[in-house]
């Protein structure tokens, strides 16, 4: 073995939370190289040619190559809501861990999946717990601080029940001071009471999950619902700081056409998991952007009993897939859509990657195309499994046959070894 591949593979190797290494070594930036041989979704349709990366962008030239045949070139997968990373900072509701180490497991999860950009859906919450404006708060500035080691580009998106009304202005603050780029509302209080009257074991045991009692919960849901009558005017508030600050927002867990409506008259043209045909339909027709949960489509149908998204992709009422609670889901979702007849691999790859990159307006990423960030995923066209991912060129996740061919190219791996 040559002197330099034994050092890029013990750079490799090593453990990213040694003493002395500041980065991962993974998370370097990759010298320009040119992937050759793979098929690359481009256009809209799989092609036979290569792809160059350098400096973090896709580009054109001659340049040292790696070898790819038998693998798909995508772009990296675009997660615009996904609540798995609390199981990571939260993974038992009586044992939080620090956030920069369940930030450090989310990344991870996040590369090993295929996400490039992710948006970690936060609660903003009368339920208080993990979901509370504080909590929140503490998660924006754990990950200001993480940012610069991260692996994915990861941003919050804030979902905030519409009932909490005394913490609108810190909401707008918050929003401000940590440029959060993506806000959903929810309006989850009356489920809450009704599952306190209905079902009163369920209830303790959500109480139990955000570390409070039946009593307590109840009381917090009883003090926001007092304040009904102010939500229509700090909806409009927080409306018109969004849009001055240029934020996206949505609503999630819309259930009839009418809730759709309203929030779409405000400025909140997003459509997060519409709870019936109707709702979706509504969005669909005020040309609103309407995102469904990844795990929906593979498992065929939602686990709270609402629309399944597979129905609502197949009567084109659905634009795009988030990862929800399961990062895994994403890669699966467009296979599974595939598999089902419902999409091509572009299509569905696109609702992915490309679509989400439109509704969040990031015009840099969610396709191959020259000058574009170099962020893409590497599958085994037989297996399916993603082998290597690469975001803003940076080597984030390597395996399997992949990462052996990136390692039989010394130059592709030069800045590593260094």
Not at 110 to 119: E, L, S
Not at 368 to 385: C, I, K, Y
């Amino acid at each position: 073995m040559t002197p330099l591949r034994s050092k890029v593979i013990h750079r490799l190797t090593l453990c990213p939370f040694a003493r002395n290494r500041p980065e991962p070594p993974m998370n370097l930036p990759l010298p320009p190289l040119r992937l050759t041989g793979a098929r690359v979704l481009r256009d809209g349709e799989l092609q036979r040619r290569s792809l160059a990366l350098a400096e973090g962008r896709i580009a054109r030239g001659p340049l040292p190559e790696v070898d790819l045949t038998g693998y798909l070139i995508l772009p990296g997968i675009i997660d615009l809501h996904g609540d798995g990373f609390e199981r990571h900072i939260t993974p038992r509701p009586s044992a939080p861990f620090p956030l920069a180490t369940g930030l450090a497991s989310a990344d991870r999860e996040c590369a090993a999946h295929g996400v490039t950009t992710a948006f970690f859906a936060q609660g903003w919450s009368w339920e208080g717990g993990h979901r509370s404006p504080d909590a929140a708060c503490a998660l924006l500035a754990a990950l200001d601080d993480y940012r610069p080691r991260a692996l994915t580009d990861i941003r919050v998106q804030i979902r905030a029940e519409t009932h909490l009304v005394d913490a609108v202005p810190q909401l707008i603050e918050a929003v401000r001071r940590h440029k959060v780029p993506y806000v959903v509302f929810n309006d989850h209080l009356e489920e809450g009471l009704a599952m306190s009257r209905q079902s009163p074991a369920e209830f303790a045991s959500w109480a139990r999950k955000i570390g409070k009692d039946p009593a307590t919960l109840t009381g917090a849901m009883d003090a926001a619902r007092s304040r009904a009558r102010e939500v229509p005017r700090q909806l409009c508030t927080l409306a018109e700081a969004f849009d001055a600050m240029g934020v996206a927002y949505g609503s999630h867990d819309d259930p009839d056409g009418e809730t759709r409506e309203m929030y779409s008259m405000i400025g909140a043209r997003i459509a997060e998991f519409p709870l019936t045909r109707r709702a979706a339909a509504a969005a669909h027709a005020m040309m609103n952007p309407v995102v469904m949960g990844a795990p929906n489509v593979v498992r065929g149908r939602s686990q709270a009993g609402n629309v399944a998204a597979s129905d609502l992709i197949a009567e084109g009422l659905c634009d795009a897939l988030v990862s929800d609670y399961h990062i895994p889901a994403l890669p699966l979702a467009a296979w599974t859509l595939v598999d089902r007849g419902l999409r091509s691999l572009p299509q569905a790859w696109a609702m992915i990657s490309q679509t989400p990159a439109e509704i969040l307006r990031m015009p840099d990423r969610g396709r191959l195309e020259p000058g574009m960030r170099a962020d893409l995923v590497v599958m085994d066209a037989e297996s399916r499994a993603i082998e290597a991912v690469i975001c803003a060129g940076r080597l984030t996740c390597l395996s399997g046959e992949a990462g052996r061919r990136f390692i039989r190219q010394p130059e592709a791996l030069r800045l590593a070894a260094e």
